[in-house]
């Protein structure tokens, strides 16, 4: 009997490509996503400022505001083996340099280039993802590929900071590099691609131009959760520890074990959220919704926080993670399922290279307005009102959407 090709997209390889993916992931954003971490550290090597250790992130998240785009072209036309092994590769190399730079300005360089081949793994990861899945599972497929994310954070805010305690921070950005070289080279030597109908739709691809004028009509829908969630999820990536020794008196190693919290249940969401939006009636944006309303109401709770138990703050961390990670499941598989005929790999990178613009100019925003009034407090209730507009703004979208059957 002659096997389909979606039959053969559900056969058992499938969880071995999510397992690649979902591995070359963690590993690739070990580092880069756990610069949170290591901020306390930093900070202290060369005496920055809180705007400064929002440049950490900004510097490693700079390239991809064009780098997603074009690694998203190039997947499309390109094995995805070759451009996340070349990526990761990259990434390796650019860390074990930035371990050895004399200078915060060398370190912030090095980070620039480490973003060049970082541009790779998160498009690159999603293509596969949403090449082998159908739409009925897509959406728990992508949450568990993108918990990688939140994993590696969390794993990184666990393991960094006690490298760098007992060896130096140095010796944080080589383990870093040896994480992302292991875990992209595994995927580039294992990674297989799917049945033949799916290499016919990534050989018809147009021009870019082509592509994003089809896309433009479903670009606020996915656009606008993005930005404000992702503005959120690393604002807390980056300042958390810092936070909660400046407002709460919790010193560094527990704040960077709380952030662990707010990584690690970040990571459960994912996969959550996603399989939620899989089974909602009501589609892939109610459970961004209820994400970013959820959101509003932790950060409100947070800002009135100090002198609550630590129990308590534990719970908001969790509770901000929950949210402030989770989202990236349902939003992945909603813009992948919004990309027109032959151009995921393009829409994913273009939706993420937005995204790019806020991770790169929200972390030091938010350290230099914390710098300009003493207190972090004013960046929280600017991200929750900027969340709260995004909210209400798209859900009379989606609602006259639905009241008119589209």
Not at 38 to 54: E, N
Request: charge should be positive.
């Amino acid at each position: 009997m002659t096997t389909s090709a979606a039959d053969e997209r559900q056969s058992a390889y499938r969880w071995a490509v999510l397992a690649l993916a979902t591995l070359a992931q963690t590993g690739g954003c070990f580092l880069v996503q756990g610069l949170g971490a290591l901020g306390p550290a930093l900070q202290a090597a060369f005496g920055l400022d809180a705007a400064q250790v929002g440049l950490t992130m900004s510097a490693a998240q700079t390239t991809p505001i064009v780098g997603l785009l074009v690694a998203g072209l190039l997947l499309d036309r390109f094995s995805e083996r070759i451009i996340v092994g070349v990526g990761a590769t990259m990434v390796a190399a650019s860390l074990f340099g930035a371990g050895r730079a004399q200078s915060f300005s060398d370190v912030l360089a090095w980070l620039v280039v480490a973003s060049i081949g970082y541009c790779t793994v998160q498009p690159g990861g999603g293509k596969v993802v949403a090449a082998w899945f159908l739409p009925a599972t897509r959406g728990f497929a992508m949450g568990i590929r993108q918990a990688g994310l939140p994993l590696g954070a969390a794993l990184a805010a666990l393991i960094l900071p006690a490298a760098a305690a007992r060896h130096g921070w140095r010796a944080a950005f080589e383990l870093g590099a040896l994480a992302a070289l292991a875990s992209g080279w595994l995927f580039a030597f294992l990674y297989r691609p799917p049945p033949d109908p799916l290499r016919e739709r990534k050989r018809s691809h147009g021009h870019w131009r082509e592509r994003l004028a089809e896309l433009a009509p479903r670009l606020p829908r996915i656009v606008t959760p993005g930005v404000a969630l992702v503005t959120v999820q690393f604002c807390i990536t980056v300042y958390l520890p810092l936070d909660l020794r400046d407002r709460f008196g919790i010193p560094a190693e527990t704040g960077t074990k709380l952030l662990f919290v707010a990584q690690f249940a970040g990571a459960i969401a994912r996969i959550i959220l996603a399989a939620w939006s899989d089974r909602s009636r009501r589609g892939r944006f109610f459970p961004l919704a209820m994400s970013m309303g959820a959101i509003v109401v932790g950060i409100a709770a947070y800002i009135a926080a100090p002198g609550a138990p630590l129990w308590l703050v534990a719970a908001l961390a969790a509770w901000l993670g929950f949210f402030g990670f989770g989202w990236y499941g349902p939003w992945i598989a909603l813009v992948s399922e919004a990309a027109p005929r032959g151009g995921v790999g393009f829409t994913i990178g273009f939706a993420m290279a937005i995204n790019q613009v806020f991770v790169v100019l929200a972390p030091p925003a938010f350290g230099a307005l914390r710098d300009a009034t003493g207190t972090f407090a004013y960046g929280w209730a600017a991200i929750a009102i900027a969340v709260l507009i995004a909210l209400l703004s798209q859900a009379r979208v989606f609602s006259r959407r639905s009241e008119g059957g589209g």
